[in-house]
C-alpha cells in the first residue's frame, strides 16, 4: 500500500536544521512536502525508490546547500527544469529510471559542482533528436573502435 508522502505532518519535525533526508525505498506516492522544500540547510535529499509521481517542484530551486539531489526509481514526469541551476553546491544528481522526457539542456553540464550525472532509464533526448542510450552506445562503439580502451600494454 502505498503512502502519500504529501499527506505526512512533517511541519513540526522539519522546523530544525536538517542537513541528511534519506527516505528512499519506501512506497511514498505523490509529491514532496513543502516542508521539506523549506528546509533550506538540507544538503542531501534521498527519495529514491518510491513512487513520487509529479513534475520537479520549482520550490527545488531554493534548495541552496544541496549536494546531493537522489530522486531515481520514481515515476517523475516532465522535463529536468532549469532551477537545478540555482543549486551552486550540487556534486550528485540522480533522476534516472522515472518518466522525464524533452531535451537534456546544454547548461547542465556547465554546472560547476556536479560530478555524477544519472539520467537514464528516461525518455530524454539531446538536441538532435537521439536518446542518451543511442548516444552512450555510439560511444562505446567509438571508444572499442579506437585505441584508447580500459587495458594494460603490461606483459
Known sequence: ??????????????????????????????????????????????????????????????????????????????????????LGRLETLQFNNNRLSGVIPPWLFDIKGPNEFHLGGNSLTWKSGITVEIVFEILVELLAASRLGFYSNKS
Open 1 to 86: 500500500m502505498a503512502m502519500e508522502l504529501s499527506l505526512w505532518r512533517l511541519e513540526t519535525s522539519l522546523n530544525c536544521n536538517l542537513h541528511y533526508l534519506s527516505l528512499r525505498q519506501n512506497q511514498f506516492s505523490g509529491g514532496i512536502p513543502s516542508s521539506i522544500l523549506n528546509s533550506r540547510e538540507l544538503q542531501v535529499l534521498d527519495l529514491r525508490n518510491n513512487s513520487l509521481s509529479m513534475e520537479f517542484p520549482i520550490d527545488i530551486g531554493e534548495l541552496s546547500d544541496l549536494s546531493t539531489l537522489a530522486l531515481s526509481r520514481n515515476q517523475l514526469t516532465g522535463g529536468i527544469p532549469s532551477l537545478i541551476q540555482k
